[in-house]
T-cell receptor, first 113, second 112 residues
Framework: DAGVIQSPRHEVTEMGQEVTLRCKPI?????LFWYRQTMMRGLELLIYFNNNVPIDDSGMPEDRFSAKMPNASFSTLKIQPSEPRDSAVYFC???????????FGPGTRLTVL | KQEVTQIPAALSVPEGENLVLNCSFTDSAIYNLQWFRQDPGKGLTSLLLIQSSQREQTSGRLNASLDKSSGRSTLYIAASQPGDSATYLCAVNTGANSKLTFGKGITLSVRP
């Protein structure tokens, strides 16, 4: 298996622009997670899905953030409009079932100017 | 609210030394605990997962222990090598809902 795949790996954009991050989980995994990592706050869970359904989005910082999972093999995290404080590394992870080992993608480094 | 602490934030040791990385958590009612490794500019690699009913897990030179009652876990690395240099993160799953709470990590440097 190729593991969790994320794209793009790097994104540089200007404040106010829309940003879309993409994730393909490991085939057969029912859970998908979006995390954000910053120096100040470390790794934080933003939202997670079970069988394509959002279960907990309490970590999503603002309405500017939205996430979708239209099918079992694809998810997006969208920021609209983006702000400089959104600059961080965004990780996607997946797991086979509840409470199981989570496998992380390589991350997307987002810079908002 | 679960809080996970890893101290110290950084550690430098000579090659060959056995070392212990510490992780503490405030809510002992955990479902499991996972140790990850993160290389600079890379994603997280899962090292070990310990279920709440387990006391320890081993993989090669790595051994992770769990003491729920005291809210602690340790990652033991035997005969450290320069290739072990990375940031090691501890993450706690409180409940079976898969929500992980992460520590800030310990950045390990193993000197040749």
């Amino acid at each position: 298996d190729a593991g969790v795949i994320q794209s793009p790996r790097h994104e540089v954009t200007e404040m106010g622009q829309e940003v879309t991050l993409r994730c393909k989980p490991i085939s057969g995994h029912d859970y998908l997670f979006w995390y954000r990592q910053t120096m100040m706050r470390g790794l934080e869970l933003l939202i997670y899905f079970n069988n394509n359904v959002p279960i907990d989005d309490s970590g999503m910082p603002e309405d500017r953030f939205s996430a979708k999972m239209p099918n079992a093999s694809f998810s997006t995290l969208k920021i609209q409009p983006s702000e400089p404080r959104d600059s961080a590394v965004y990780f996607c992870a997946s797991s086979f079932s509840a409470g199981n080992e989570q496998f992380f993608g390589p991350g997307t480094r987002l810079t908002v100017l | 609210k679960q809080e996970v602490t890893q101290i110290p934030a950084a550690l430098s040791v000579p090659e060959g030394e056995n070392l212990v990385l510490n992780c503490s958590f405030t809510d002992s009612a955990i479902y499991n605990l996972q140790w990850f490794r993160q290389d600079p500019g890379k994603g997280l690699t899962s090292l070990l997962l310990i279920q709440s009913s387990q006391r320890e897990q081993t993989s090669g030179r790595l051994n992770a222990s769990l003491d729920k009652s005291s809210g602690r876990s340790t990652l033991y690395i035997a005969a450290s090598q320069p290739g072990d240099s990375a940031t090691y993160l501890c993450a706690v799953n409180t409940g079976a809902n898969s929500k992980l709470t992460f520590g800030k990590g310990i950045t390990l440097s193993v000197r040749p």
